[in-house]
């Protein structure tokens, strides 16, 4: 079992940034890590996936160059770095695992692909 914890949520302005923190427990390289987010009426899509062991990062085709997904293995955390961020990025956004061979470049982004999920945490970026 992996527990996920979100936080770093917030109301911001548009232009602004957010950094959002991912707890994880246990941490392991044999896990890989992605952010997934979610509003009304629209299916969950996917946002960034790290490889703990080699660093190897993946991004959704919205994300532009404004996000960058990192950790810091002696804080058991993966964090997302959110810049520039804009209304259409109002959302819920989760951190999600997965065994590393159950995923690859075209499937990271298929939210069924991923066991277990935190609850979330809001991002509002009012225009």
């Known amino acids: 079992q992996v527990h996920l914890a979100e936080s770093g949520g917030d109301s911001v302005q548009a232009g602004g940034s957010l950094k959002l923190t991912c707890r994880v427990s246990?941490?392991?390289?044999?896990?890989?890590y992605a952010w997934f987010r979610q509003t009304v009426g629209r299916d969950r899509e996917g946002v960034a996936l790290?490889?703990?062991?080699?660093?190897?990062?993946y991004y959704g085709d919205f994300v532009e160059g404004r996000f960058r997904i990192s950790q810091d293995y002696a804080r058991s955390s993966v964090y997302l770095q959110m810049d520039n961020l804009q209304p259409e990025d109002t959302a819920m956004y989760y951190c999600?695992?997965?065994?590393?061979?159950?995923?690859?470049?075209?499937?990271?982004?298929?939210?069924?692909?991923?066991?277990?999920w935190g609850q979330g945490t809001q991002v509002t970026v009012s225009s």
């Open positions: 999600a695992a997965t065994f590393w061979t159950r995923v690859d470049r075209a499937s990271w982004l298929l939210p069924s692909k991923y066991g277990y």
């Open positions: 790290l490889y703990p062991g080699s660093g190897a990062t």
């Open positions: 246990p941490y392991s390289n044999s896990n890989v």
